[in-house]
């Protein structure tokens, strides 16, 4: 099994920063790459951004597109999501998930995910 920790949400302004954290450990060999989720109150769970293990490739959705960041670091098996000019509508809990998606293309289905953290709430205020 892999264990998912997220952490370094809060209350932020509108066009503030934030940084999350999701650490993993466990069987994280098992997982191709690593995904971050969100879900708002009333709404469905959407996709965020993902980033492979091995080749660092990134893919993101059109409504974070250069405002966030998806990095990884290898050695402390840590998925980091840098969030800038945040909006009120990126409320929401933000979830990092363990990937079985071979191509990073493919992330943006949460079927291909088989582990989760337990999210962590982010707020933005105007």
């Known amino acids: 099994q892999v264990q998912l920790v997220e952490s370094g949400g809060g209350l932020v302004q509108a066009g503030g920063s934030l940084r999350l954290s999701c650490a993993a450990s466990?069987?994280?060999?098992?997982?191709?790459?690593m995904g971050w989720f969100r879900q708002a109150p009333g709404k469905e769970r959407e996709f965020v951004a993902a980033i492979s293990w091995t080749s660092g490739s990134t893919y993101y959705s059109d409504s974070v597109k250069g405002r966030f960041t998806i990095s990884r670091d290898n050695a402390k098996n840590t998925v980091y999501l840098q969030m800038n000019s945040l909006e009120r509508e990126d409320t929401a809990v933000y979830y990092c998930?363990?990937?079985?998606?071979?191509?990073?293309?493919?992330?943006?289905?949460?079927?291909?995910?088989?582990?989760w953290g337990q999210g962590t709430q982010v707020t933005v205020s105007s």
């Open positions: 466990g069987r994280t060999f098992s997982s191709y790459g």
């Open positions: 998930a363990s990937g079985t998606w071979t191509l990073v293309l493919l992330a943006i289905s949460a079927k291909l995910y088989n582990y």
